[in-house]
């Protein structure tokens, strides 16, 4: 069938809502790469025999990621009239027995995580209740989904389907209010009323660089030349990130929207996904949407029956970081090298095949269909000044939430972290947060209450990018930190030009003699002038950004770096060749653990009597000092 | 035509020209490694890189072999600044190449000796002239660079005799270190041996190497 009309989506609609909410007990598991990380496909495998057998009339379903990776795997049930219950680190065994409590109406509180009475559909703005009024509220100790710290702070705009339906049934998405605002967008507005919507809402660039989106559209409509291409950049790579391949796991169709909606405002007929080869299930979700968007109409020839034309090609890329900077991963779709060229002429002019062309990231286009539905208005109230709307971040690290959230510009890294994240593990201290990725920067304790926007985290020395956030306790060495992100960056450089190959291989040469008792004065400032160097020098933004680690670390954290080129010192015991152990005789019991641990035979000693370390012997691995019940291995 | 300032002094230039070519063109000396009047510009190794200020007001560093002229433009080719950032360049290039004549000399030029960096002992800066002069202008696509970051190198494929050589020398004659070079009767680069030639071509090839040593160099 194609889609035509309005009736034509209504009809989709009603099937979307069938499934979305069947007149059964209907139990869904969390499907995205970290709940199948967990153990998510046994769960789902386990409860789909069950059901095979004939024993529980239930629907099972699937669904995206919710953003609660540290529980995973994670398993809603919802019965007709009751509350949604959301079950944490649910086994193939505890999905079963969920499936009987919860077919004799019974909740299991104390595997639960949240409850919830109703989901938002954002798009057209309502609630819908799963429970009419306080009945069929269970009375138990499990706490509501807003009032859950995790969610009370977060605003899902680029999220908002993520974790609620199928990625793999068009009609659900379609049952929240999806490609309605296509066929409004197509058959009511003209493509520059489109452009000037984005415009009016404040969107920038979720990628990265933070360009204001509706003025890259409307260069790339202005601009001379036919054909025009629309690409969607996937190939997110920055260590701990994993914003854009939730959003394709959990709501592809979100993006493919927003791509149409862009194609018809630019001109465009012809689209690419470039998304990296090393997100598989991406890929997965993304094939079966678009084949389920052409099967109704919504994409190819015809659009809505309204004339429109445009299609989306997915192409995978190969596995190297470079290739999500723009002009690189146009060189790559064209199937040359995956190098950068000099952008004097944007590629909004000049891009693929020197064609106009506009590339916007994954976040950016699922940011768009809510925006054409609810306003620029109303986009725009959401965020600070010059930062409109949300951002999604995957919260990583030293972070007692491990997961990914969507927060309106401007909260504070502390409510970020804190209020979201549930602070720090085991009593330890925070001390950074590392933002924007291998192109961002460290960020300290003290600037903790700084509000998370483009430009508070630009002049901080750090940056945006596309949203990771490590964060780092006490125990992290922000020397080694500077070098792990310079490592990286050495190997994913293109090698291209001079500053950014020569430069980062010295910067990590310095790095490396500074974390192993070779540094000497002057270091510091080799380093500032190497990064002065790519600052000003480099041919593209992974360049001209690649020392933010380095410069940031030595900003806010100058004394570490002193500690190790001075004192011989790592102040966080983490630069094994600048730390010796030894064990306290006061403190010892001689209990033997440290014995058993040690992979090197260091450690001798008689029962109940105070053992001995042989320094020579010590490969400083630290087994001892972890497993250590008493405090007795000094780490100096 | 488009009116332009490069250090201070009022020139003309045509549309569509580099601000390279409107300062070569009247005479202002613009340091460069990786480009050649007869290729492709690259912007690979920043030296020709000049301080810019459009009619709007905005100042940034950009490679001047690819900027293009714009009217209004004001271009500084030598200010401190610049002088810096291509200091640090040489500083780079020395370190990776200490041995190469071209390299010292241009280092020296700029005050540069001892670099503050290992030493090592390339002799390939991977300007890509060769591989785009192979590209262009032989059309034979013989060689290319391989892998990315530190591990960059040009080679044939599969570190192979390159099988589409068509053994004209181009990439020896336009190599600005001379880390490509004709040797008895091979192309190579270090190890790496990129063809075999015929006493005919060696002859051939030879003369226009030595053509090129006779002629002052430009810039």
Redesign the interface.
Known sequence: MKVKTREDLDKLRQEGLKSLYPDKLKITVGMATCGIATGAKRVFDALADEVEKGKFDVVVSQTGCIGYCQREPLVDILAPGRERIYYKEVTPEKAVQLLDVSVAGEAKEDWALFRMGGEENLIEERTIRYVESQHGTRDNKIPQYKEFPFFEKQVKIALRNCGFIDPERIEEYIAKGGYYVLLKVLTEMGPEEVIEVVKRSGLRGRGGGGFPTGIKWASCRNAHGEPKYIICNADEGDPGAYMDRSVLEGDPHSVIEGMIIGAYAIGSHEGFIYVRNEYPMAIKKLRIALAQAEQYGLLGEDILGTGFHFTIKINRGGG?F?CGESTALMASLEGK?GEP??K??HTVERGLWDRPSNLNNVETWANVPPIMARGADWFSSIGTENSKGTKVFSLVGNINNTGLVEVPMGVSLREIIYDIGGGIPDGKRFKAVQTGGPSGGCIPQELIDLPVDFDRLTEAGSMMGSGGMIVMDESACMVDVAKYFVDFL??????????C??????MH?ILEDITTGKGKE?DVE?LE??G??LK????CALGSTAANPVLSTINYFRQEFDAHIRDKRCPAGVCSELITYSIDPEKCTGCGRCVKACPAEAIVGEKKQPHSLAVEKCIKCGSCFEVCKFDAVIRQ | MITLTIDGREIGAEEGWTVLKAAQNVGIEIPTLCYHEALSSSGACRLCSVEVTTKRGRNRIVASCLYPVEEGLDVQTNSEKIRRLRRGLMELLLARCPNSQKIRDMARHMGITEPRFRLEGEECILCGLCVRVCQEISEANAISAVNRGIKKEIAAPFYDLAETCVGCGGCAYVCPTGAIRIDGNRIRLGDKIFKELSPEEVKKVEEKLEAKERVPEKG
């Open positions: 190297a470079v090298v060229r000099a004097y002429i050495q190997e994913e450089s293109c090698g291209k030009c001079v500053p190959r020569e430069g980062i291989k010295r040469e002057g080799l002038e190497i002065f160097i000003e020098g480099a041919l």
